[in-house]
């Protein structure tokens, strides 16, 4: 992976008082460090013996300030968040423990086809990857940011109890009495006492062959699945932790359950079903082969009697009988389109699967013919568009956050119109929002004058891949791909009309300003500018070669997210020889931007705000490294800036630095 490293400064200069007789000024320099996806932990595998990871000099991370410790930031703070991916489930009596984002929500599921959110935690310090519930807590893992213990005694009011870090990317985890075992990746098997849950310390660690993905543990034994290996370590003895035996197989393997003298391992795309009797002479004794290889995701496996639930990411969630464990057999498929199975969990007769997106719940009334009876749907933050008191998030859908109390925002509305999940970009213009579907439907219309029940009134294929869409008047302006840019006449939006076309380019961004719409092109697709103000003949005035990814327009400057060469500043005040005034580089790509007031606001992996007070003069004043995992996309207002973070869901950040007082003193003074 290309790494791009940097230490940067940033530089605040502000005026904390002003009267008529002095100003006093006060200067501050803050450095923050970083590296690659975020901080990653410098202590590297040796061949010596591995010694217990440390964060702050000590094993526990006060979880009294999230903000500061798990997020590197400055001048930014959380508000409020909602939503995130679901890689978790588990299911303890009359509820459903599921990750969502870094976050972990309980779900009442007395009636299954009716799931109620019962309680939330706080952000949690990383996207939720495991959950196990033991007696009143909930253990989760968080990848890189290692294990959260959780007081769930009351699930509608669940409580973070404290945050460990781990030296590795905490997979999967299992209790055993007083201890927790985590498969923590490349750091191996970590062992830690959790008999005060508020007080965790690690008391023994085992190094794996290679990357430790799931363990599970049994009497004296903890069963590791290691990347193409099953490792069996004795752990009678938590801080001495050996090797008894071990397994290779030919694929790596993600998940392993073990009952009685039978291991069952699932990898890529096979079930092997293990005779672990004698852990010296482990041999393999059956295996079932899918017809679909899981090379994007992790699997999981739940075995309850002798059935084994597998899920295989877009291979759906697997039904297997394991009767006869030397000829296991497929005995049943759930994989509706789209469907993204991380995780499963099996309760009487139902199955929860976590899919990333969603958290479905199926009947085994019939194995054979699983059938889908509930879901529960997070809110999953891609593009974004924040109008009044309401944000429009496309993610698994079309969600409709209330923000009027923006540390608790609300999902109050929902709208799934689309064949399938591939949705570019919202824009929302009195009652309607208008979304682009990339090339599964070019551009819909959905009325949102009532937020609660959003209706489809009117779409139109436009023919293109469909990537952003700005609209003005009566038309919206579609970046439609290597079909350029498209112009729909919306006055009508049960029934939208092309009116126009310019064609002769890619187009993957647009934003319009006045009589001009300025399209982004995307890598070495430059940015193009159109006077449109007859929308029936579109002409193109001017371009700039640059790699335009994103644009908006404010004040006679065009802001450009620009790749790997971060922000770029464009006079337009005269869009026929548009002049470029300045640059601000960011340490990643560059690919999104908004600008509101005198700040522009750069999605590079993570957030950047930006003074562009003087658009010649740019400086960053302000940073935030978001935990989605994948790159963001941007909306902002006077007040706050909402980041679409993916995994992470919708976050309301606020600029926390200090007030900027603008004095402008005239050219010449006067003597009386």
């Known amino acids: 992976m290309f790494v791009k490293q940097r230490i940067r400064l940033f530089v605040f200069f502000f005026a904390s008082l002003i009267s008529l007789t002095s100003l006093t000024s006060t200067f501050a320099i803050v450095g923050t460090a970083y590296s690659g996806e975020g901080l990653e932990p410098t202590l590297e595998p040796t061949d010596e013996a591995i010694v217990p990871w440390q964060m702050n000099g000590a094993h526990l991370v006060s979880t009294n300030d999230l903000n500061s410790i798990f997020s590197e930031a400055s001048n930014v703070e959380l508000v409020g968040r909602i939503g995130g991916t679901t890689k978790a489930v588990t299911v303890r009596g009359n509820y459903a423990y599921v990750g969502e984002g870094p976050g972990l929500t309980i779900l009442d599921i007395t009636d299954p086809a009716t799931l109620t959110v019962m309680g939330r935690t706080s952000t949690l310090p990383g996207i939720v990857v495991d959950v196990v519930v033991a007696g009143d807590y909930a253990y989760v893992t968080t990848g890189k940011t290692g294990l959260t213990i959780i007081d769930v005694a009351n699930p509608a009011s669940p409580i973070v109890v404290s945050s460990t870090d781990t030296p590795g990317y905490a997979y999967n985890i299992d209790i055993d009495g007083n201890n927790a075992y985590i498969a923590d990746g490349d750091y191996h098997l970590r062992i830690m006492d959790v008999q005060d849950p508020a007080a965790p310390v690690e008391v023994g660690n085992f190094r794996t062959n290679s990357t430790a993905y799931d363990v599970d543990v049994v009497g004296d034994y903890a069963y590791v699945a290691v990347n193409g290996i099953l490792q069996v370590v004795n752990v009678y003895d938590p801080a001495n932790p050996f090797e008894a035996g071990h397994f290779s197989i030919s694929y790596a393997d993600d998940a392993v359950v073990v009952r009685g003298d039978y291991a069952y391992l699932q990898g890529s795309d096979e079930l092997h079903i293990l005779d672990i009797s004698d852990p010296t002479g482990i041999k393999i004794i059956g295996t079932y082969s899918f017809d679909y290889f899981n090379g994007d995701s992790l699997s999981s496996l739940e075995l309850v009697g002798d059935v084994a639930y597998v899920t295989l990411g877009y291979g759906g969630l697997r039904i297997v009988d394991v009767s006869n464990p030397t000829t296991p057999f497929e005995n049943g498929l759930f994989d509706p389109l789209g469907l993204n199975a991380a995780d499963v969990a099996v309760a009487g007769n139902y199955i929860y699967v976590a899919a990333n997106e969603n958290m479905h719940v199926i009947s085994t009334y019939s194995p054979a013919d699983p059938t889908e009876i509930g879901i529960y749907r997070p809110v999953t933050a891609g593009a974004l568009s924040v109008e009044g008191n309401y944000a429009y998030v496309l993610g698994n859908g079309l969600h409709i956050i209330d923000i009027s109390k923006p540390i608790d925002p609300a999902a109050i509305g929902y709208h799934y119109p689309f064949p399938y999940y591939a949705y570019y970009d919202v824009a929302v213009a009195g009652q309607y929002a208008y979304i682009v579907c990339g090339s599964y439907g070019g551009l819909r219309i959905i009325s949102v004058a009532d937020p609660t029940t959003p209706t489809e009134t009117g779409s139109i294929d436009t023919q293109g891949y469909a990537h952003d869409v700005a609209v003005a008047g009566k038309y919206a302006y579609v970046a439609d791909g290597g079909r350029g840019l498209r112009i729909i006449d919306v006055s009508n939006p049960s029934q939208p009309v092309e009116v126009g076309a310019y064609g002769s380019l890619t187009a993957q961004a647009v934003a319009i300003a006045g009589n001009y719409a300025y399209v982004a092109g995307g890598f070495g697709g430059d940015l193009h500018i159109i006077n449109v103000a007859n929308p029936a003949n579109p002409v193109e005035v001017s371009s700039l070669r640059m790699d335009a990814m994103a644009v908006a327009v404010a004040n006679n400057y065009a802001y450009i997210a620009a790749d790997a060469d971060g922000l770029r500043i464009i006079d337009v005040s005269n869009p026929a020889k548009p002049t470029e005034v300045s640059f601000h580089e960011t340490p990643w790509y560059a690919l999104d931007v908004a600008v509101s007031g005198d700040f522009a606001y750069v999605a590079?992996?993570?957030?950047?705000?930006?003074?562009?007070?003087?658009?010649?003069?740019?400086?960053?004043?302000?940073?935030?490294?978001?935990?989605?995992?994948?790159?963001?996309?941007?909306?902002?207002?006077?007040?706050?800036i909402f980041v679409g973070d993916g995994a992470g869901g919708l976050l309301i950040l606020q600029y926390t630095g200090p007030a900027y007082y603008r004095i402008f003193l005239p050219s010449t003074l006067k003597k009386k």
């Open 604 to 640: 590079d992996k993570d957030l950047h705000i930006i003074d562009v007070f003087k658009p010649t003069e740019p400086s960053e004043i302000g940073f935030y490294e978001t935990i989605g995992e994948s790159f963001i996309r941007l909306a902002a207002n006077e007040n706050y």
